[in-house]
Every structure is written in structure tokens, then in C-alpha cells.
């Protein structure tokens, strides 16, 4: 009961600017405490504490940014799904590898990509060496122009099938 007397006390108060900003404060307060408590005493009744956080009115959102990943499964605030979704979200945030159209968004790096590949498959009987130069430094393009991968390989047969040709 004195927590939701708070939080009442705290929301009737919210339109004055002192007052006001102190809600989050208050209801971060309260969340911690209940994380703590949680943490200390894992057997503590989860009907009870789900009873407690509905008393309290603070917003569901709220709880769900505050509290922890382990307690909100078990309070089923959040589907058993969550850290799956969550690990596909991460993965898709950090391993998407962007393509870049041929003809509109790279055009420079592809234009130095087959210049480059031209260039060496111009010399009548390359050596070695300056065919790994060339391999190096085709690489070094794919990586500074940050180009798709597979059309780079798409670029180089199709200049080598051009220097077959000719």
C-alpha cells in the first residue's frame, strides 16, 4: 500500500516540473527494489509479486524495460520466445550485409574493379607476382567500396570471359 500511495502521490504531482520528473525516479526506484528482492530471494511468491506490480500501476512498458529478461519470463510479462526474437534481431542488426546495385550505388568501385582486372589481363603472359599484386588489390577494392561479394566475382568472369573472347 505505501508504494501505490507513492506513485499516486507521484502522479497527481506529475504537472509540476519539480514533482514531475521525479516519477521515473520513483518507479525506477520501486523496480530495482523488487530486481534486488528477486535476485536475494528467488522463492519469493510470484503470484504475490505479480499481484504487487499491478497495485503499483506502473505502466507495463516500463516494467518490461526495467526489469529483468529472467523475472519477466517468469512473471509471463513477456512470451518464452523473447530471447529467440531477440538473438534473431541482433544477428539480422549486425550480420546484414548490404548489396549494392551494379549500375546505381557502387558504380565507382565496380568501375575500378574492372579496370583493375583489365589492366592485368592486358600484359601478354602476366608473372606471378603480378598476379597476386592484382588478387590483393582486387581484394582491397571489394573491401573499400564495400561490394557485394558475389557480383565482384560475377564482374571478374565476366571480364575474363570478354579477354577469352578477344
Not at 30 to 35: G, L, P, R
Not at 53 to 78: G, N, S, V, W, Y
Not at 83 to 106: G, V
Amino acid at each position: 500500500d505505501l508504494v501505490k500511495d507513492i506513485l499516486e502521490y507521484a502522479n497527481e504531482h506529475a504537472g509540476n516540473e519539480d514533482e514531475g520528473s521525479q516519477i521515473p525516479d520513483i518507479q525506477a526506484s520501486v523496480t530495482d527494489a523488487i530486481s534486488i528482492a528477486h535476485e536475494n530471494n528467488p522463492a519469493v511468491s510470484l503470484d504475490r509479486l505479480a499481484r504487487f506490480l499491478t497495485a503499483t500501476t506502473i505502466p507495463l512498458d516500463f516494467l518490461r524495460h526495467e526489469l529483468d529478461q529472467e523475472l519477466l519470463l517468469k512473471l509471463e510479462m513477456i512470451r518464452t520466445t523473447f530471447k529467440r526474437i531477440e538473438i534473431r534481431k541482433a544477428t539480422n542488426l549486425l550480420y546484414r550485409q548490404a548489396n549494392f546495385n551494379l549500375i546505381r550505388e557502387e558504380s565507382e568501385g565496380f568501375a575500378k574493379l574492372i579496370t583493375e582486372l583489365f589492366t592485368t589481363s592486358g600484359h601478354d603472359h602476366p608473372s606471378g607476382s603480378h598476379v597476386e599484386e592484382s588478387v590483393e588489390k582486387v581484394k582491397a577494392l571489394i573491401g573499400a567500396f564495400d561490394l557485394d561479394v558475389g557480383r565482384s566475382l560475377d564482374v571478374v568472369l565476366d571480364v575474363f570471359g570478354a579477354v577469352l573472347v578477344k
